[in-house]
């Protein structure tokens, strides 16, 4: 599972705040993915991109936003939009995006208070 | 989209038993994945079944893909302290995107 580094690990924020996550590998996948996990709860796909300057919502895309200016990186914003921003966010990466092996980082813990 | 649906949600396990957890899906499935999570970490791949009616081990995991590819099977004999965690199953979505079960939360009594 190396090769992917989320930064910070833990984040405190104030409500209204804009927060954005770190995300980088050095796998040389091309794509890349940001998942929420909430207590006891499983993941939830924010956002993915397939390839440099490309995409694409996920299934609670909401509230965050991202870019993809080079391949190594995959930074998410989450804005002062998103309602309940409490939570476990998860970067991974694959290869490809056609139901490939994916490798998750360590997380970043994002408490709003 | 359609999910896969994993039971159960909770598995108390005594040191020593075996369990099975179970991911299931009302559409075929192409392949099934499962991850790992230990608490506090992040998810980590163990295996991908592919064919129909398909078994792997690892040590003491048993993994198997149903006959329909319509659900998938986790077997865990003689239960250990690193058993802890949660696993998930993950299946392959229209759009090429994995897409996660809730997940089934084991906890191993000593």
């Known amino acids: 599972d190396g090769g992917i580094t989320q930064s910070p690990k833990y984040l405190f924020r104030k409500e209204g705040q804009n927060v954005t996550l770190s995300c980088e590998q050095n796998l040389n996948h091309d794509a890349m993915y940001w998942y929420r996990q909430d207590p006891g709860q499983g993941l939830r796909l924010i956002y993915y991109s397939q390839i440099v300057n490309d995409f694409q919502k996920g299934d609670i895309a909401e509230g965050y936003s991202v870019s993809r200016e080079k391949k190594e990186s995959f930074p998410l914003t989450v804005t002062s939009a998103q309602k309940n921003p409490t939570a476990f966010y998860l970067c991974a990466s694959s290869f490809g995006s056609s139901g490939n092996t994916i490798y998750f980082g360590e997380g970043s813990w994002l408490t709003v208070v | 989209g359609q999910q896969v649906m994993q039971i159960p949600q909770y598995q108390h396990v005594q040191e020593g038993e075996d369990f099975t957890t179970y991911c299931n899906s009302s559409?075929?499935?192409?392949?099934i994945q499962w991850y790992k999570q230990r608490p506090g970490g992040h998810p980590v791949f163990l295996i991908q079944?592919?064919?129909?009616?398909e078994v792997k081990k690892q040590k003491r995991l048993t993994f198997q893909f149903g006959e329909a590819k319509k659900n998938s099977s986790l077997h865990i004999t003689a239960t250990q302290t690193t058993d802890v965690g949660t696993y998930f199953c993950?299946?392959?979505?229209?759009?090429?995107?994995?897409?996660f079960g809730a997940g089934t939360q084991v906890v191993v009594t000593p």
């Open positions: 993950a299946k392959t979505d229209s759009w090429g995107k994995l897409q």
């Open positions: 559409t075929t499935l192409s392949n």
């Open positions: 079944l592919v064919k129909s009616g």
